[in-house]
């Protein structure tokens, strides 16, 4: 690896950056639209016959012909990730807010704009999802290395 990368210093400069006191403007919070469902996804290691268990979400490991959900284009949704192990819930193309971790409201950490969340072992995480963009099929997925390739996944289609 020595031979990567070498870095010459070839002269002394003063540092005059700076931390700004605010890293970012106030961002919108995103508000729930009426009568849209509040969808779950349980990420579990669920028994999948003798002495075999597999990662999934809802009970079931990834089909390509199996669709989750069904949201609108252009609409907000309440999603609750639960999780019986530390699994990063990642949605393609759908930006969401953390609303509440654990039953409380959400951490300083949680503050923005996601497209991946961390959740705990046998945590519920509370999330505002807008879909923006295009219609079409869309994966979530646990974005542990071995839990996606283990079919951790499901689709998700934008109508
Ligand atoms: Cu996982």
Same mark, same amino acid.
């Given at each position: /690896?020595?031979?990567? /990368? $070498?870095?010459?210093?070839? !002269?002394?400069?003063?540092?005059?950056?700076?931390?700004?006191? $605010?890293?970012?403007?106030?961002?919108?919070?995103?508000? @729930?639209?009426?009568?849209?469902?509040?969808?779950?996804?349980g990420f579990r290691r669920t028994p999948a016959g003798e002495d075999r268990r597999m990662w999934t979400i809802n009970g079931k490991p990834f089909h390509?012909?199996?669709?989750?959900? !069904?949201?609108?284009?252009?609409?907000?949704? !309440?999603?609750?990730?639960s999780s019986d192990f530390h699994h990063?819930?990642?949605?393609?193309?759908?930006?969401?807010?953390?609303?509440?971790?654990?039953?409380? @409201?959400?951490?300083?950490?949680?503050?923005?704009?996601?497209?991946?969340?961390?959740? $705990?072992p046998y945590?519920?995480?509370?999330?505002?999802? !807008?879909?923006?963009?295009?219609?079409? $099929?869309? /994966?979530?997925?646990c974005?542990n290395?071995e839990h996606e390739d283990m079919a951790m996944m499901a689709?998700?289609?934008?109508?």
């Amino acid at each position: /690896m020595r031979d990567v /990368m $070498r870095f010459h210093v070839a !002269r002394k400069a003063k540092d005059t950056s700076r931390v700004p006191d $605010r890293l970012s403007t106030r961002y919108e919070d995103l508000a @729930p639209a009426t009568g849209v469902p509040v969808r779950t996804f349980g990420f579990r290691r669920t028994p999948a016959g003798e002495d075999r268990r597999m990662w999934t979400i809802n009970g079931k490991p990834f089909h390509p012909d199996t669709v989750l959900a !069904r949201p609108r284009l252009g609409s907000v949704e !309440r999603w609750r990730f639960s999780s019986d192990f530390h699994h990063p819930v990642h949605v393609h193309l759908a930006r969401f807010q953390v609303t509440a971790r654990g039953g409380r @409201p959400a951490e300083p950490k949680d503050a923005g704009w996601k497209d991946t969340v961390d959740v $705990r072992p046998y945590e519920t995480v509370e999330t505002l999802v !807008r879909f923006t963009g295009y219609r079409g $099929r869309y /994966m979530i997925h646990c974005h542990n290395l071995e839990h996606e390739d283990m079919a951790m996944m499901a689709n998700i289609q934008i109508t």
